[in-house]
Nanobody, 124 residues
Framework: QVQLVESGGGLVQAGGSLRLSCAAS????????MGWFRQAPGKEREFVAA????????VYAHSVKGRFTISRDNARNTVSLRMNSLKPEDTAVYYC?????????????????WGQGTQVTVSS
């Protein structure tokens, strides 16, 4: 059974930083592409970032590129999202995701596996 458990959300002022973590219970974790989506109130879920399994190459949404950094630790079955220079429009529930499709496809396809989500609130 696949389990993705997020942690690290919270309340932060604009310009601040947060680090989200995701612990994955996955058979052959190192073969999965891992990533993050988010959903703001009243909006659809949107792609944030993804990291490939084989070369750690990354893909980011335009809105977070240069501010967010995704990384993974295959030995610990974890994926992290470092978020800097946070803006009020980054406020959302952030979901950890896993799928076998290439990271480049995540912007146009929902991944198969989803965590329960963690709330990030950025105050102005």
């Amino acid at each position: 059974q696949v389990q993705l458990v997020e942690s690290g959300g919270g309340l932060v002022q604009a310009g601040g930083s947060l680090r989200l973590s995701c612990a994955a219970s996955l058979l052959s974790f190192s073969n999965y592409v891992m990533g993050w989506f988010r959903q703001a109130p009243g909006k659809e879920r949107e792609f944030v970032a993804a990291i490939n399994w084989n070369d750690d190459s990354t893909v980011y949404a335009h809105s977070v590129k240069g501010r967010f950094t995704i990384s993974r630790d295959n030995a610990r079955n974890t994926v992290s999202l470092r978020m800097n220079s946070l803006k009020p429009e980054d406020t959302a529930v952030y979901y950890c995701n896993a799928d076998l499709m290439d990271a480049a496809s995540w912007a146009v396809n929902y991944p198969r596996y989803w965590g329960q989500g963690t709330q990030v609130t950025v105050s102005s």
